[in-house]
């Protein structure tokens, strides 16, 4: 792995080969990251004022350079930490400036129309230069819809909790001069289906070096009182969401949302009690996606029997198991890429579905 350093015209100017340690993490549905360490010499400053982006060969993404930290120590010696994140982070730089109703196709009438809206055509002053969005013709994704108003939020936290709760990535890439937003969906390669390749990680299989399952329910919820804004006598408007209408007793975990960005009045017409309601819910039902029970496979892998970027990709489904009995189709999730005195590493992070 040899990252390398670009400038702000997306020009060459300089490689890092000598370092003391380097992560660079690519994401399904939310921004990726890097991070690197080296002893601080005077060339390594040069680099890092004449640069603004990072790019590695192992990965389609750039990042930008964003935190530079040094550290003394008198005994172990001198350290530089340099760190930042994937293109997608851009999209925290703008928020839904007016209040976004968002409601038929979640392809056009949502992802597209925020971006619209916000990037590429909201004027001078907030346009991004060179965005385009790619249209997806994956069917999953032409066949989702979205009922939810978002106002004041930035683009980021929409899109990735919107994109997370409908299983969905987005990347954004720049593979000439235009830097290209794409949603996409991954393939099935578990034994749930059986239309492709299986694609299983299994200490049976010889191809699982060391793994990590971890589940746990401690930030479970799955009832919600949804509070939003005052109506007549002054009072609130509540309703509720559940993603499991059935759980009681100790079953039965609540929490209080209370959203405000849900807003009474669409852009022109006061919305009735019962369509604010309905948007409350839904809102209500998003929060709630972000508590469910983690379940989730960490493991490195042998890559001799099945190739990542060739047998299998980000957002994926695979089998995996580990010694004990816990299999599932898995999503990749995260793909981690290290190296340090111990040698290169490629760990992909695996999610339940």
């Known amino acids: 792995m040899i990252p390398l350093f670009l400038d702000s015209n997306f020009k060459e100017v300089d490689v890092l080969d000598v370092y003391n340690s380097f992560i660079w993490t690519d994401r399904y549905n939310f921004c990726g990251d890097f991070e690197f360490s080296v002893s601080p010499v005077e060339k390594i400053f040069s680099i890092l004022s004449a640069s603004k982006y990072l790019k590695l060969e192992e990965s389609e993404h750039l990042m930008f350079i964003e935190?530079?930290?040094?550290?003394?120590?008198?005994e172990k010696g001198n350290e530089l930490i340099v760190k930042g994140r994937s293109l997608e982070s851009m999209l925290d730089r703008r928020i839904a400036w007016d209040i976004s109703d968002l409601y038929g196709d979640f392809q056009t009438a949502g992802i597209f129309e925020l971006l619209y809206n916000n990037i590429t055509n909201s004027g001078f002053d907030r346009i991004i230069a060179n965005f385009i969005y790619s249209e997806s013709t994956d069917p999953d994704i032409m066949a989702a819809t979205i009922g939810d108003q978002f106002w004041g939020e930035d683009l980021y936290k929409i899109i990735s909790e919107l994109c997370f709760d409908k299983g969905f990535g987005f990347k954004i890439t720049r593979p000439g001069t235009q830097f290209i937003f794409e949603l996409y969906n991954g393939v099935d390669r578990s034994f749930n289906q059986t239309t492709n390749?299986?694609?299983?990680?299994s200490p049976n299989f010889d191809n699982l070096k060391s793994g990590e399952y971890i589940k746990t329910d401690r930030f479970l919820k799955n009832f919600a009182l949804v509070v939003g804004e005052k109506g007549v006598g002054n009072v609130e408007l509540t309703t509720t969401a559940t993603t499991n209408e059935d759980a009681t007793d100790l079953d039965r975990r609540e929490i209080c949302i209370k959203n405000n960005d849900v807003k009474?009045?669409?852009p022109g017409t006061p919305l009735s009690d019962a369509d604010y309601l309905l948007r409350l819910e839904r809102a209500g039902e998003i929060e709630l996606a972000k508590h469910k029970t983690i379940e989730a496979f960490e493991g490195e892998i042998d890559d001799s029997t099945f190739y990542y970027g060739v047998d299998f990709g980000m957002g994926d489904i695979l089998q995996v198991e580990d010694e004990y009995g816990n299999s599932a189709g898995s999503r990749v999730v995260e793909v981690i890429y290290s190296k340090?005195?111990?040698g290169s590493k490629m760990i992909p992070i695996?999610?339940?579905?």
Do not use: G, L
Request: hydrophobic share 40%; net charge negative; aromatic share 14%.
């Open 350 to 353: 695996f999610a339940a579905v």
């Open 340 to 342: 340090d005195t111990s």
């Open 197 to 201: 390749p299986y694609v299983v990680f």
């Open 67 to 74: 935190d530079v930290n040094i550290r003394t120590d008198s």
């Open 264 to 266: 009474r009045r669409d």
